[in-house]
């Protein structure tokens, strides 16, 4: 457990600086949107370089990270007054405003939260079941764990298509599962991401007008959906999906209002991770990136055509790369 918390906060601080740099000024919902965006970038990266070179193991894994640590503490070396939050933003003044006035608010989370310990509690107790994650979402992880790298074993009957599959879950799974050397808490690999689909859909409801409560109503009704909730049992990748594309939803909507090039990579990344997590995941992107193009080729004529080329370059650099 030391060594899991010890290997997290190595990653968590490097992605602190990393916004402390870049990321100023920004609402609580950005800044844990952000952070969280980051630091599986960081996990899947890290993992996949040490992977190519067939030398994924936990040490290595370690200290890789603990490198950029170090790279990351220099960039932010001399900076004062950063202010990556800004305090007075409408999530910090709906949890004193909304969450603690509003007695249905504080009813409907409760209960939400009431069941997802029950399930996790469930979870941490129980083995692990369902098809995808004991024939490959976990079965990959053992296998690189054994060898350091990343080839994936030939699946049970022989099926051919899990050895295709994006491995992005998996990498995820992989990062819960060294520490421990077991699926203790991988079991659980999908709680995060029912975390910020929350967090995500009530940042979208807030950006495009609606009101603090029904913004409120609308992340609950989200969650509650029995096919959604479910999964927090089940170590698969669905919740995965469904975040991940919320977030490239939530960045393609800001870079309509704000056409700039950081959220030109926030929804860079954000799809590269989508598409690279499950094969279906790329038919959803096309519903993102159709737009995402209109809204580049909307702006040639008021940034030129050299940016539209060094736009389009970063896109396609974290959506090929990524997966």
């Keep these: 457990m030391l060594v899991f918390i010890v290997l997290n906060l190595i990653v968590g601080l490097n992605i602190y600086f990393i916004i402390r740099r870049y990321f100023r000024d920004i609402d609580i919902s950005d800044y844990w949107i952000i952070f969280f965006l980051f630091f599986l970038t960081q996990i899947i990266l890290t993992e ?8 994924l193991f936990l040490t290595n894994l370690a200290a890789l990270n603990l490198g950029i640590l170090a790279i990351s503490s220099i960039f932010v070396r001399g900076i004062r007054n950063a202010a990556p939050v800004n305090r007075n933003s409408y999530i910090s003044q709906t949890i004193s405003r909304e969450f603690f006035s509003n007695k249905t608010i504080i009813l409907s989370i409760s209960v939400i939260l009431g069941f997802a310990v029950i399930k996790a509690l469930i979870n941490l107790i129980n083995p692990p079941f369902g098809w995808d994650d ?20 030939i699946v049970i009957n022989d099926n051919p298509a899990p050895s295709y599959y994006p491995m992005n879950g998996s ?19 999908q709680l995060p991401f029912f975390i910020m689909a929350f967090i995500t859909i009530y940042n979208i409801s807030r950006f495009i007008g609606v009101r603090k409560g029904l913004s409120t109503f609308a992340a609950v009704l989200l969650v509650i959906t029995p096919n959604f ?35 030109i990579f926030l ?28 809204i580049v080729f909307r702006n040639v004529r008021r940034f030129g055509f050299s940016h539209f080329i060094y736009y389009t370059f970063v896109f396609l650099l974290c959506f090929f790369f990524l997966p």
């Design 171 to 189: 990498l995820f799974y992989f990062w819960l599962i060294a520490p421990f050397r077991s699926v203790f808490l991988a079991d659980l690999g």
């Design 229 to 263: 909730f479910k999964q927090i049992e089940i170590a698969y990748v669905d919740i995965m999906v469904a975040t991940l594309f919320f977030i490239a939803l939530k960045f393609m909507l800001q870079l309509s209002k704000e056409y700039n090039l950081k959220n």
């Design 48 to 55: 996949t370089i040490l992977g190519f070179w067939g030398k």
């Design 134 to 153: 004991l024939n490959y979402h976990f079965t990959f992880p053992v296998e690189w764990l054994k060898h350091g790298n990343l080839d994936n074993p």
């Design 267 to 294: 929804f860079s990344v954000s799809c590269g991770l989508l598409i690279g997590t499950k094969t279906t995941a790329l038919s959803y992107s096309i519903a993102l990136i159709i737009p995402f193009f209109y």
